[in-house]
């Protein structure tokens, strides 16, 4: 008998129109990270921003300043930035909004996609930037080609 997929699992496999690999609501593709995130959102942000900052620092001091950015107020605004960072180093549209309104509105769903984006391009940013910096340093944007005369 031939094993056949559905075509909900083909899709999971593709990337969607806005370049990235699953939903904003999607969180249920990874639940260990959608656990760890509801419990404790900071670390989350720390192993996501450890990378994207290529070890320039660690998760621990970016758990820390989001620790710190959520006593005052206002986490989202600190996250939205290395939201911007992922989508601009990996060429993927701000959906379903600019990355400050999805951090403000869903916080936590956009820790959860960040960190599941990195996953399917083949980085687990709980295992820090040592053990992933040979992956990451080949991530780029794709290449959008023009014409010259």
């Known amino acids: 008998m031939a094993e056949t997929s559905s075509p909900r699992d083909h899709h ?38 450890e990378i994207l900052d290529a070890g320039g620092k660690s998760c621990l001091t970016n758990a820390l300043y989001y620790v710190g950015a959520a006593c005052v107020g206002c986490p989202w605004a600190y996250a939205a930035r290395y939201r911007t960072k992922l989508r601009l180093k990996l060429g993927l549209q701000p959906s379903p909004c600019n990355d400050v309104a999805v951090h403000f509105f869903c916080g936590y769903c956009a820790l959860c996609q960040e960190h599941r984006e990195l996953k399917a391009k083949g980085i687990d940013p709980a295992l820090g930037w040592e053990a992933n910096s040979q992956k990451y340093t080949h991530l780029s944007a794709p290449q959008t080609h023009a014409m010259h005369k």
């Open 12 to 49: 999971s496999q593709q990337q969607r129109a806005d370049g990235w690999h699953s939903g904003l609501f999607e969180c249920n593709k990874d639940f260990s990270n959608c656990c760890v995130t509801c419990w404790a959102p900071y670390l989350t942000f720390g192993h996501t921003a």
